[in-house]
């Protein structure tokens, strides 16, 4: 008979000194959870709005919203040029307000190239997307821009002072926001831009927190103090010079579906992606910000400290893949039936196009600490290779489908190149790791045998 109190090793893994209970003592943990929290209930008002909206608003409608974030998305790449991830780094509020003033310069300009270049943007668009209202829309993303770069900056600023709370609140408003301005677009007949509009909104409800919140970013944005900004600049080139080619490609490759599903197909094609992206990011997003936010921090300190990876790495990596995978398979399984009870039968499209999502999501899921370990290491150029393949293997899966005129192919083949590529990320940062830790290693034991011979000669 076994004893509660004795050798029993089921007890002794849930109760004080095992591992689950050491689990949720940890910072690390609770950081994720104090996070979490704010995920949860975003996306849980998110997910309640989303069977009223989907009944409010057309798939062609979804459809411009999806392209519209796509070009944004795209565009907020080339206005930060991965600066924002460095602001996390520095040990110095000084440089990384230097980095803030180099971004807010740089999104400044892109939007005023984007404005007195819309014309040109216009007159392209309509040629080759056949979505309405695109014209109208397309003037007011410099407006989108700013605020969500600064809404970017703001977030990594709340990150490096270690705010999880306050980017939490901030997440829950940002949802409330949106719901709330998409809801009541629909319910006055504004269908036509109250998907984007919305959106706008709560961008410009989450840059407002985070500037009024956070000193030292507001100071940064509203000092004329240059600050050497272009001495920390050449610091940080590495950001720029392979951060952002690879950022660039991820994004663009990502985000390449709503843009060429809308070339080969029509605008409600292009709404069901959208939609299915979305929905099935949900269950991810509710700790993917998080994860990601914490890894970043924990990652970094370890590196500036001195202090080994590949313990943190394996158990993050492991915890994620634990966390992720009940979800997904129960995407893969039922998504075109749960896409009909609660969105209403004109989305179950949506649902077979989120059954091969799933794959690429899961993975991609599982590899936010393999990401940040590249970034805060510096290793860039591995993740720019690495984007590089990914950006072809998907527009060529796209193409595919698209030249076959085969939508769920074009889909399938686009998630399972992400899988595929994100998987190479994952062994290519934990080999990344491991030759941090022996050097790691090998200054320690330096020290170790210095200090002996000291004491040594001493005695």
Same mark, same amino acid.
């Given at each position: 008979?076994?004893?509660?109190?004795?050798?029993?090793?089921?007890?002794?893994?849930?109760?004080?000194?095992?591992?689950?209970?050491?689990?949720?003592?940890?910072?690390?943990?609770?950081?994720?959870?104090?996070?979490?929290?704010?995920?949860?209930?975003?996306?849980?008002?998110?997910?309640?709005?989303?069977?009223?909206?989907?009944?409010?608003?057309?798939?062609?409608?979804?459809?411009?919203?999806?392209?519209?974030?796509?070009?944004?998305?795209?565009?907020?790449?080339?206005?930060?040029?991965?600066?924002?991830?460095?602001?996390?780094?520095?040990?110095?509020?000084?440089?990384?307000?230097?980095?803030?003033?180099?971004?807010?310069?740089?999104?400044?300009?892109?939007?005023?190239?984007?404005?007195?270049?819309?014309?040109?943007?216009?007159?392209?668009?309509?040629?080759?997307?056949?979505?309405?209202?695109?014209?109208?829309?397309?003037?007011?993303?410099?407006?989108?821009?700013?605020?969500?770069?600064?809404?970017?900056?703001?977030?990594?600023?709340?990150?490096?002072?270690?705010?999880?709370?306050?980017?939490?609140?901030?997440?829950?408003?940002?949802?409330?926001?949106?719901?709330?301005?998409?809801?009541?677009?629909?319910?006055?007949?504004?269908?036509?831009?109250?998907?984007?509009?919305?959106?706008?909104?709560?961008?410009?409800?989450g840059f407002f927190i985070f500037?009024?919140?956070?000193?030292?970013?507001?100071?940064?944005?509203?000092?004329?103090?240059?600050?050497?900004?272009?001495?920390?600049?050449?610091?940080?080139?590495?950001f720029p010079k392979f951060g952002?080619?690879?950022?660039?490609?991820?994004?663009?490759?990502?985000?390449?579906?709503?843009?060429?599903?809308?070339?080969?197909?029509?605008?409600?094609?292009?709404?069901?992606?959208?939609?299915?992206?979305?929905?099935?990011?949900?269950?991810?997003?509710?700790?993917?910000?998080?994860?990601?936010?914490?890894?970043?921090?924990?990652?970094? *300190?370890?590196?500036? $400290? @001195?202090?080994? +990876?590949? !313990? &943190?790495?394996?158990? %993050?990596?492991?915890?994620?893949?634990?966390?992720?995978?009940?979800?997904i398979l129960m995407l893969i399984?039922?998504?075109?039936?749960?896409?009909?009870?609660?969105?209403?039968?004109?989305?179950?499209?949506?649902?077979?196009?989120?059954?091969?999502?799933?794959?690429?999501?899961?993975?991609?899921?599982?590899?936010?600490?393999?990401?940040?370990?590249?970034?805060?290491?510096?290793?860039?150029?591995?993740?720019?290779?690495?984007?590089?393949?990914?950006?072809?293997?998907?527009?060529?899966?796209?193409?595919?489908?698209?030249?076959?005129?085969?939508?769920?192919?074009?889909?399938?083949?686009?998630?399972?190149?992400?899988?595929?590529?994100?998987?190479?990320?994952?062994?290519?940062?934990?080999?990344?790791?491991?030759?941090? *830790?022996?050097?790691? $290693? @090998?200054?320690? +034991?330096? !020290? &170790?045998?210095?200090? %002996?011979?000291?004491?040594?000669?001493?005695?």
């Open positions: 008979m076994l004893s509660l109190y004795g050798d029993n090793k089921i007890i002794n893994f849930f109760t004080k000194g095992g591992p689950i209970r050491k689990l949720f003592n940890t910072s690390f943990t609770l950081s994720i959870v104090k996070l979490g929290s704010g995920r949860i209930i975003a996306q849980l008002i998110a997910f309640l709005m989303t069977p009223i909206l989907s009944r409010l608003f057309l798939p062609k409608e979804y459809g411009l919203l999806g392209i519209v974030t796509s070009i944004n998305a795209i565009t907020v790449v080339f206005s930060t040029l991965t600066y924002d991830k460095a602001i996390v780094l520095p040990k110095e509020d000084i440089k990384a307000q230097a980095l803030t003033k180099i971004i807010t310069i740089q999104s400044i300009i892109i939007s005023v190239i984007f404005l007195f270049g819309s014309n040109a943007v216009i007159s392209f668009f309509p040629k080759t997307i056949n979505v309405s209202g695109i014209n109208e829309i397309l003037l007011i993303l410099p407006m989108f821009i700013l605020f969500n770069v600064q809404n970017i900056v703001g977030k990594n600023w709340a990150i490096r002072k270690k705010m999880f709370g306050l980017i939490a609140q901030t997440s829950v408003v940002i949802s409330f926001t949106v719901s709330f301005v998409k809801l009541i677009s629909g319910l006055l007949g504004l269908t036509k831009y109250g998907l984007v509009i919305g959106t706008l909104f709560g961008e410009f409800a500037f009024f919140r956070i000193s030292p970013f507001r100071s940064a944005l509203i000092s004329k103090q240059q600050n050497n900004i272009k001495q920390i600049g050449a610091e940080y080139i590495e952002f080619p690879q950022n660039a490609l991820n994004i663009f490759s990502r985000r390449s579906p709503a843009l060429l599903l809308g070339i080969f197909f029509t605008p409600e094609i292009v709404g069901y992606f959208y939609f299915g992206y979305r929905m099935i990011m949900l269950p991810m997003e509710l700790l993917n910000e998080s994860i990601r936010s914490v890894c970043l921090k924990e990652i970094a *300190d370890r590196i500036n $400290n @001195k202090k080994p +990876l590949k !313990k &943190l790495f394996q158990r %993050s990596t492991g915890y994620i893949l634990i966390i992720g995978i009940v979800p399984i039922l998504a075109p039936q749960l896409f009909t009870l609660f969105f209403g039968a004109a989305w179950v499209k949506a649902g077979i196009y989120s059954r091969w999502l799933s794959i690429w999501v899961l993975i991609l899921f599982v590899n936010i600490p393999a990401v940040q370990v590249l970034i805060a290491l510096k290793k860039q150029k591995n993740y720019l290779q690495i984007a590089i393949f990914t950006f072809i293997s998907r527009i060529v899966g796209l193409f595919i489908g698209g030249i076959l005129k085969s939508d769920v192919l074009a889909i399938a083949l686009f998630s399972i190149a992400g899988a595929l590529n994100n998987i190479i990320i994952i062994f290519v940062a934990f080999k990344c790791v491991c030759k941090f *830790d022996e050097k790691i $290693n @090998k200054i320690d +034991l330096r !020290k &170790l045998v210095i200090n %002996s011979s000291y004491d040594l000669s001493k005695g």
